[in-house]
């Protein structure tokens, strides 16, 4: 049961460089997310898709750009790294709504990023 | 657009004392509501949840109750323990639209 993967689980980039995290789920979910979450803090939602081809913008999309071309990846890419982009990224799935309930979301283990 | 409010804590109980994180939620539609848990070091586990007003939502001893008449969704626990320090989150999925909302988090240490 791999359920939501996310690769790499530490980076540490400079100034400047890109990187892109990965995010693969298995469960056939329609919907996925990325949070970010800085040290302390609560939950910032940088994007959400609803399935391949749609996305849209969360609180802090700006900085980051995302695709979903697949129903299972959802990649996040950071162009420009500054350190204000220091932090766990969480990615999330959840299924579509079950009649009139909607089931719970799961999430990767996250990566730790590090700009310096 | 839908909101999560929950309180920030951080809170701070001895063991086996009583436990309630208030959690109240504005929403349009027929939204789920949900506590998650994050543990030190550790991405976030679903605790609990409801999909429907006046749905109890149950594990590991933790229960809230879906209050759709006062928009809540209390996390209580009669007798804590130390294993339970952690980040509790309450969140809500389908409201307005499929975005999942989070409250900010409340950090509860629970000293033997």
């Known amino acids: 049961n791999a359920g939501v993967t996310q690769t790499p689980k530490f980076r540490i980039l400079k100034i400047g460089q890109s990187m892109t995290l990965q995010c693969t789920q298995d469960?056939?979910?329609?919907?996925m997310y990325w949070y970010r979450q800085d040290p302390g803090m609560g939950l910032k939602l940088i994007y959400y898709s609803v399935g391949a081809g749609i996305t849209d913008k969360g609180e802090v999309p700006n900085g980051y750009n995302v695709s979903r071309s697949t129903t299972e990846d959802f990649p996040l890419r950071l162009e420009l790294a500054a350190p204000s982009q220091t932090s766990v990224y969480f990615c999330a799935s959840s299924p579509p709504r079950q009649g009139a309930s909607w089931t719970e979301a799961f999430f990767g283990q996250g990566t730790r990023l590090t700009v310096v | 657009g839908d909101s999560v409010t929950q309180m920030e804590g951080p809170v701070t109980l001895s063991e086996e004392a009583f436990l309630t994180i208030n959690c109240t939620y504005t929403?349009?539609?027929?939204?789920?509501l949900f506590w998650y848990v994050q543990y030190p070091g550790e991405g976030l586990q679903l605790l609990l949840k409801?999909?429907?007003?006046?749905d109890k939502g149950s594990n590991k001893g933790f229960e809230a109750t879906y209050r759709k008449e006062t928009t809540s969704f209390h996390l209580e626990k009669g007798s804590v323990q130390v294993s339970d320090s952690a980040v509790y989150f309450c969140?809500?999925?389908?409201?307005?639209?499929?975005?999942?909302?989070f409250g900010k988090g409340t950090l509860l240490t629970v000293n033997p």
């Open positions: 409801a999909t429907k007003a006046d």
């Open positions: 929403a349009t539609g027929y939204p789920s």
């Open positions: 969140a809500l999925l389908g409201g307005s639209n499929y975005k999942l909302t």
């Open positions: 469960m056939n979910h329609n919907y």
